[in-house]
């Protein structure tokens, strides 16, 4: 994912879910912010910013906070276990309370200015709260969209290098980004279009097929033993269980022409409801002012 990509990407998924705004505070708009004042304060308050370094260790270096998946066969284990117990041992343990994180959205309706000539234009919507309840034919509608739609009007036609559909199945946060766009007001009008295209688009039995193909290939791809021990952690702290990937898979290889007009109506409020993120050009994100009913907050990055 590249930075502006990521950026608005990161900006907009902060105002559905916690998580997804500590990941804009820790690697977002927010993040280069935060190193700019730190910057400042290395000069003029060094005492300050050495206190709260020393907390920051004291808070990420602990073991009884810590949460640590080894990757290798059983009997490499049995010689390998002495010195992970003699690595947390060496570790200083501290037991801290749960901290109570009161975020602040930004705006709704964002455009964040950078000396560019091309944009990237980001809409999202929690679908959840519309009533859409996750299943696993909607990834591979969001892979359709991606390799279809979202190719043919954003990439194609509209000359932007990418256009993508993202699903965050846990949050229900769905989004749609273009990659160095050199369009703004109509790339918008192309994510506020999907829903009637889901509704009206004929779908070959072809295209469905490389679509549960590829989405298949997604869920059950290739994975190095470290990439598999990652994994394993992950579906540990998010509770996933094998039974539900097989459940999805499942549900992937049942999609229907129906599941993609079923999903075309969660989106048909897409439009008024969406939350908009635009880095790009001041000038660009001025002109898209006009004619539009969402006045776009501006923020200077750079």
């Not at 709704?108 to 999202?124: C, H, I, L, R, W």
Request: proline share 2%; net charge negative; charged share 25%.
């Amino acid at each position: 994912m590249t930075m502006g990509h990521q950026m608005v990407s990161l900006r907009l998924s902060a105002h559905f879910h916690e998580a997804e705004w500590a990941a804009e505070q820790m690697n977002g708009v927010t993040y280069l912010f935060f190193l700019r004042r730190l910057a400042k304060a290395v000069d003029e308050d060094w005492s300050g910013v050495l206190a709260e370094m020393e907390e920051i260790r004291c808070i990420l270096l602990n073991r009884d906070a810590m949460l640590l998946n080894v990757t290798l066969d059983e009997t490499g284990w049995s010689d390998f276990r002495s010195q992970v117990n003699g690595f947390l041992e060496a570790l200083p343990a501290s037991m801290r309370g749960h901290a109570v994180w009161s975020p602040e959205r930004p705006a709704d309706f964002e455009g964040m200015t950078v000396p560019s000539q091309v944009n990237y234009v980001a809409k999202g919507v929690n679908i959840f709260e519309g009533g859409y309840r996750f299943h696993g034919s909607s990834l591979v509608i969001c892979r359709y969209l991606r390799n279809a739609w979202l190719w043919d009007r954003i990439r194609v036609q509209g000359g932007a290098y990418g256009g993508f559909c993202l699903f965050n199945r846990l949050s229900g946060v769905l989004s749609f980004v273009s990659y160095r766009d050199p369009n703004l007001s109509k790339t918008l009008e192309v994510f506020d279009q999907t829903a009637d295209f889901l509704d009206t688009a004929t779908l070959h039995e072809d295209e469905l097929a490389r679509s549960i193909i590829g989405t298949i290939g997604d869920i059950d791809q290739y994975m190095l033993p470290d990439a598999k021990g990652y994994a394993s952690m992950v579906r540990h702290i998010t509770g996933q269980t094998e039974k539900e990937r097989q459940q999805i898979r499942e549900e992937v290889l049942n999609a229907t022409t129906s599941d993609f007009q079923g999903f075309g109506q969660a989106l048909e409020t897409f439009k008024e409801r969406g939350l908009v993120k635009v880095l790009g050009s001041e000038k660009a994100i001025q002109d898209a002012q006009t004619g539009r009913q969402e006045r776009l907050h501006i923020l200077k990055v750079i």
